[in-house]
């Protein structure tokens, strides 16, 4: 079992933006669908992150570039750990460092845009990360354990002991995949009321560089979900794709929220859904050792 | 090798228009017309768009703006304008603030003909931006391998006639 983490974890290096890109297309291809148009190719993010990289443009400051990519690097850490079966606690304080630079990098710009996308996603940060917390909290229930492979390996229906915290879980996905109807910080469609939010003034290789962490943020992501389904490679596969769908379609089906709503409501959720699941498990579980 | 004619980011800017045009540019954006299957993104921020399309007529308040946005967008970059006050100031050409069609500001690629503009001719507009941005792309990297020669030769030169 030693030692299979570090080649997952390099295996994530080098194939994460491609596993993120290819859900990213195909996103975009599903969406056209329901909409009922035809839509851009499956490979159409690696085309638009080939062209930004191409791209030449002159840094809006000094201190904007040095901060994306310290994003960038954070993000791919926070999976590297994740993979390499670290520590859940160092994981939570990578992952919100990364999002934190990104938080900066806006703030540097100094356009009134992307200052009000900055306070968006500070807002929405402060508003998954207890359900993202009450989420490990309760895989370590079912697991008894932190590590990633771990739980894989546990083979216990976490779903069907932890309903609540999923459906939380699936509702902060929203918001970190930046999905309507919590697209408030960034949006990649057209006509947000605030331009670009968090990445206006962001061209070219810094704007290549959001996209490529957007990406290795997204396969880890689906790979906590995966934690959720990992009794079996169909509960697997069923579970994530439907999750995958599941948030695709409400990316679709909903407008976007303010961001008092987002607050309040995902506070609501993670105590409802997620202590609620979380507090009866526990009783339940130590009533039966 | 060129990957820019794929993915056409547009800006749109609605300098004195009746809205007529606007209202056709966001109707390709709509599942009718779908610009998406160009890997067309509207993004409404200048440093990440590829294609500037312009409605309306250019007048002495907002010419400044127009050079402004253009200013902004990297090379290599393209213009459409969008219907017959983007070509000419078109019924508003005798206004006495009208300075006349965009080309009186900024370069313009592609004119859309048009009074309004119809969203097939605004998107065949955009797909022949995209094409003449390709063109650009590649003059560009020849000139840039040009200067990088020639300032690889004018260094040594420089450096014998110092010794």
Known sequence: MKGIEIYVAIAYVILGPIVGGLLDGLDRVITARLQGRVGPPLLQPFYDLRKLLTRRIAPVNSLQMPLIASHLVFAILTGVLFFYGSDILLIIFVLTLASVFLVLAAYSTGSPYSTIGAERELLLMTAYEPMIIIALVGLFGVAKSFDFYAILSSKMPAYLYLPGIYLGLVYVLEMKLRKSPFDLSTSHHAHQELVMGLTADMGGPALAMVELAHWYESVYLFALVLLFFSSSWVSAILGVGFTYLLIILLDNATARVKWELALSFAWIVALVAGAGNLIPFYLISRGSP | ?163
């Open chain 2, 1 to 163: 090798m060129s990957s820019i004619e794929r993915s056409p980011w547009l800006i749109h800017y609605d300098a004195s228009s009746c809205n007529g045009c606007d209202i056709e540019v966001l109707a390709c954006l709509t599942p009718v017309y779908d610009a998406e299957r160009f890997g067309c993104i509207v993004t409404g921020d200048p440093k990440q768009a590829d294609i500037f399309l312009v409605t309306g007529s250019v007048n002495h308040l907002n010419a400044p703006i127009l050079k402004n946005i253009y200013d902004q967008m990297p090379e290599p970059k393209a213009v459409v304008a969008i219907g017959a006050c983007a070509y000419s100031g078109g019924v508003f050409a005798e206004c006495y603030n009208v300075a006349g069609g965009v080309a009186t500001t900024i370069p313009v690629d592609v004119y859309v003909p048009g009074c309004a503009a119809k969203p097939e001719s605004i998107l065949d507009g955009v797909v022949r931006a995209a094409m003449i941005l390709k063109e650009k792309e590649k003059a560009g990297r020849k000139a840039r391998a040009l200067a990088r020669k020639e300032g690889r030769r004018s260094p040594k030169r420089r450096a014998g006639g110092a010794t």
